[in-house]
């Protein structure tokens, strides 16, 4: 029934398995930027300046000679930082606002939902391009933007998946044990809902990084000069037509990117028992 | 019945005022308030800046702002666009028949398209995997990047069809509308085509695990009509739950896709607004953008509950 972490991964060599392995690859390549990375951070080529795709230069070059590979390797660390960041800061909120609503039930319950609900029904990506243009924020003020306005549906899983455990005997048998609230939810429910909480978190770094690419498309998210792949698709959308691989390239891994993750998500999600309530219907979030 | 639609209006007004909250917070959050556009530009002199303020208000507490902000935005007066002085819903109810058209449209094709790839995918496995992954692909997909990738390949490239804009210059016959509406539409159709086809598909495999289906075979009903007339059926409701909800988001226009093919709606407003901070565009637009889902997600409410027996009972 409800099977491992690992047992999953292990089993299945397919999908989701295919997909982890690509995003760490993917992590390992940025983070080892420096090293991995064919050319210096901001090395300029003038003698090749909008160079197309060569052996050189995989990706070719941008206007002032800068290798998009390594640009893009560089970005790779942004785009990869926001997203794993802000993931964790909404599964977070989303846990202790799901777990708070689905144990204490009643007016609490009430209250943290319908205010869910609320944020729910404010179009994210308007809300968060208005909010980065009114704050101006850093990335680290940008992890934390589209993370606090990011927890809704983890708070939404975490809370049916709580509730169902809360009726269980174990819990009953802890409560008759004399064990506080505080001691039943951290020790006995959380443990319980950490698969679904995995699996939360990982479509969240999808979404994150959709979210933080379409701001930075419109100029209100990462500024140049620290690239982001949502910032290079902004600067390159003017001379698509003359240097398409300076768009196509960054827009690839935003795509390939997300993608591992919403495979890896829903790969690790399939065998597991999970209320249809909670299971809000995916969205493209950067339409 | 009744008294279900009074309950769940009621439970609407709540939410209404949250969002409001959410909404007028945010923007006057701004170091500067709504003014801060200004405070940058060296053309405009302090006393100008402070009668500005005086004019619109904010030397007011901020409650009493709020209070006359909403009351006024709930009478209709959105206040005038910074950016050309016009009113706002003036200049939002002109954007409202372009936004009409590409989501009506999108919306249209995205619906039917699910329902065939959804319902042959329950049938056909090899169907089902190759639907399933372009889907998952669908809904990771940077529609921005999609819709560049498109103009590149289409306009520039091909030269089949127009790279932006709802028609060209001088040219409003149907053909050249048609031309124009090709790209932005599929674009926004692959969008949503992802996630409803996911969730039908999902939902209707779940139909088809009910003992419902078994029964109606052991009866000797075929197949297709035990999908269409059984599982469709128990599916049908929360689909147009979901479509509901997806198309009130997109009723605020589709802010992305407009953007990217210059379609003059109101999602190409707001990012327009965005550009020059115009805050009373943008406080309309969240607050019209909100209000929609919300009536939306209230109609979709109701219309399960007059189409389906089985919500009456839980009462």
Not at chain 1, 76 to 93: D, E, K, N, P, Q
């Given at each position: 029934m409800n099977v491992g972490l690992r047992e999953q991964i292990t089993r299945r060599p397919t999908g989701a398995a295919v997909a982890l392995a690509a995003l760490l690859l993917l992590l390992v390549c940025a983070v080892g930027a420096p090293i991995?990375?064919?050319?210096?951070?901001?090395?300029?080529?003038l003698a090749h300046r909008r160079a197309a795709p060569s052996w050189s230069h995989w990706f070719g070059t941008d206007e002032l000679g800068r290798d998009l590979l390594t640009r893009v390797l560089y970005g790779a660390r942004i785009s990869l930082a926001i997203g794993l960041l802000s993931a964790t800061v909404s599964a977070f909120i989303g846990v202790v606002v799901g777990a708070t609503a689905g144990y204490a039930g009643r007016w609490m319950d009430a209250i943290l939902m319908r205010f869910t609900e609320a944020m729910l029904s404010v179009p994210r990506l308007p809300l968060l391009m208005i909010a980065a243009a009114v704050f101006a924020p850093g990335v680290p003020a940008l992890i934390l933007l589209v993370g606090v306005l990011g927890w809704m549906e983890t708070a939404r899983v975490m809370r049916s998946e709580v509730q169902s455990l809360r009726a269980r005997d174990f819990v009953s048998a802890a409560r008759a044990g004399g064990a506080t609230s505080v001691r039943i939810v951290l020790r006995h429910i959380l443990p319980g809902v950490l698969p679904s909480a995995a699996v939360a978190i990982t479509l969240a770094v999808g979404r994150g990084i959709l979210l933080e690419s379409a701001m930075s498309f419109f100029g209100v998210g990462v500024q140049p000069p620290t690239a982001s792949w949502g910032n290079m698709l902004y600067q390159a959308q003017s001379t698509m037509s003359s240097e398409p691989w300076l768009g196509v390239f960054p827009g690839a891994f935003i795509f390939v990117t997300v993608l591992c993750c919403n495979i890896a998500g829903n790969g690790l999600s399939r065998d597991r028992r999970s209320a249809p309530a909670a299971r809000a219907p995916s969205q493209n979030m950067s339409r | 019945m009744l008294r279900f639609v009074v309950r769940r209006a009621a439970e609407a007004v709540p939410l209404l005022f949250v969002v409001s909250l959410l909404v007028f917070g945010l923007i006057h959050a701004v170091p500067g308030g709504p003014l801060s556009l200004y405070l940058e530009?060296?053309?405009?002199?302090p006393e100008d800046i402070e009668r500005l303020r005086r004019a619109m208000g904010l030397d007011q507490p901020l409650v009493v702002q709020y209070w006359s902000w909403f009351t006024s935005f709930v009478r209709g007066d959105w206040g005038y666009s910074y950016a050309d002085g016009r009113a706002v819903s003036t200049r939002m109810i002109e954007r409202i028949p372009a936004t009409l058209q590409l989501v009506g449209v999108s919306t249209i094709a995205a619906v039917v398209v699910s329902l065939l790839t959804a319902l042959l995918s329950v049938r056909r496995t090899h169907i089902d995997h190759v639907s399933s992954v372009l889907a998952v692909a669908g809904i990771s997909l940077p529609v921005f990047w999609l819709g560049l990738v498109l103009q590149l390949l289409f306009?520039?490239?091909?030269?089949?069809?127009?790279?932006?804009?709802?028609?060209?210059?001088g040219d409003g016959s149907l053909s050249d509308r048609a031309l124009h509406l090709v790209m932005p539409a599929a674009v926004l159709a692959v969008a949503h085509w992802a996630g409803w086809m996911l969730y039908l598909r999902g939902s209707l495999r779940a139909a088809m695990a009910t003992p419902l289906p078994r029964a109606a075979r052991a009866r000797g009903i075929g197949e297709v009509r035990i999908l269409l007339h059984h599982a469709l059926r128990l599916s049908l409701l929360p689909f147009v739950t979901v479509v509901l909800l997806d198309a009130s988001i997109m009723a605020s226009g589709a802010v992305v896709t407009e953007s990217v093919f210059a379609w003059p709606g109101i999602g190409s407003l707001f990012t327009e607004a965005l550009a020059k901070r115009d805050y009373a565009v943008l406080m309309a637009f969240l607050m019209c953008s909100s209000m929609a889902v919300i009536a939306l997600s209230f109609l979709a409410d109701v219309v399960v509950r007059a189409l389906d027996p089985r919500t009456r009972s839980l009462e």
């Amino acid at each position: 029934m409800n099977v491992g972490l690992r047992e999953q991964i292990t089993r299945r060599p397919t999908g989701a398995a295919v997909a982890l392995a690509a995003l760490l690859l993917l992590l390992v390549c940025a983070v080892g930027a420096p090293i991995v990375a064919p050319y210096a951070a901001d090395a300029l080529d003038l003698a090749h300046r909008r160079a197309a795709p060569s052996w050189s230069h995989w990706f070719g070059t941008d206007e002032l000679g800068r290798d998009l590979l390594t640009r893009v390797l560089y970005g790779a660390r942004i785009s990869l930082a926001i997203g794993l960041l802000s993931a964790t800061v909404s599964a977070f909120i989303g846990v202790v606002v799901g777990a708070t609503a689905g144990y204490a039930g009643r007016w609490m319950d009430a209250i943290l939902m319908r205010f869910t609900e609320a944020m729910l029904s404010v179009p994210r990506l308007p809300l968060l391009m208005i909010a980065a243009a009114v704050f101006a924020p850093g990335v680290p003020a940008l992890i934390l933007l589209v993370g606090v306005l990011g927890w809704m549906e983890t708070a939404r899983v975490m809370r049916s998946e709580v509730q169902s455990l809360r009726a269980r005997d174990f819990v009953s048998a802890a409560r008759a044990g004399g064990a506080t609230s505080v001691r039943i939810v951290l020790r006995h429910i959380l443990p319980g809902v950490l698969p679904s909480a995995a699996v939360a978190i990982t479509l969240a770094v999808g979404r994150g990084i959709l979210l933080e690419s379409a701001m930075s498309f419109f100029g209100v998210g990462v500024q140049p000069p620290t690239a982001s792949w949502g910032n290079m698709l902004y600067q390159a959308q003017s001379t698509m037509s003359s240097e398409p691989w300076l768009g196509v390239f960054p827009g690839a891994f935003i795509f390939v990117t997300v993608l591992c993750c919403n495979i890896a998500g829903n790969g690790l999600s399939r065998d597991r028992r999970s209320a249809p309530a909670a299971r809000a219907p995916s969205q493209n979030m950067s339409r | 019945m009744l008294r279900f639609v009074v309950r769940r209006a009621a439970e609407a007004v709540p939410l209404l005022f949250v969002v409001s909250l959410l909404v007028f917070g945010l923007i006057h959050a701004v170091p500067g308030g709504p003014l801060s556009l200004y405070l940058e530009n060296p053309n405009v002199r302090p006393e100008d800046i402070e009668r500005l303020r005086r004019a619109m208000g904010l030397d007011q507490p901020l409650v009493v702002q709020y209070w006359s902000w909403f009351t006024s935005f709930v009478r209709g007066d959105w206040g005038y666009s910074y950016a050309d002085g016009r009113a706002v819903s003036t200049r939002m109810i002109e954007r409202i028949p372009a936004t009409l058209q590409l989501v009506g449209v999108s919306t249209i094709a995205a619906v039917v398209v699910s329902l065939l790839t959804a319902l042959l995918s329950v049938r056909r496995t090899h169907i089902d995997h190759v639907s399933s992954v372009l889907a998952v692909a669908g809904i990771s997909l940077p529609v921005f990047w999609l819709g560049l990738v498109l103009q590149l390949l289409f306009s520039n490239w091909l030269g089949w069809l127009p790279s932006s804009g709802r028609t060209s210059f001088g040219d409003g016959s149907l053909s050249d509308r048609a031309l124009h509406l090709v790209m932005p539409a599929a674009v926004l159709a692959v969008a949503h085509w992802a996630g409803w086809m996911l969730y039908l598909r999902g939902s209707l495999r779940a139909a088809m695990a009910t003992p419902l289906p078994r029964a109606a075979r052991a009866r000797g009903i075929g197949e297709v009509r035990i999908l269409l007339h059984h599982a469709l059926r128990l599916s049908l409701l929360p689909f147009v739950t979901v479509v509901l909800l997806d198309a009130s988001i997109m009723a605020s226009g589709a802010v992305v896709t407009e953007s990217v093919f210059a379609w003059p709606g109101i999602g190409s407003l707001f990012t327009e607004a965005l550009a020059k901070r115009d805050y009373a565009v943008l406080m309309a637009f969240l607050m019209c953008s909100s209000m929609a889902v919300i009536a939306l997600s209230f109609l979709a409410d109701v219309v399960v509950r007059a189409l389906d027996p089985r919500t009456r009972s839980l009462e």
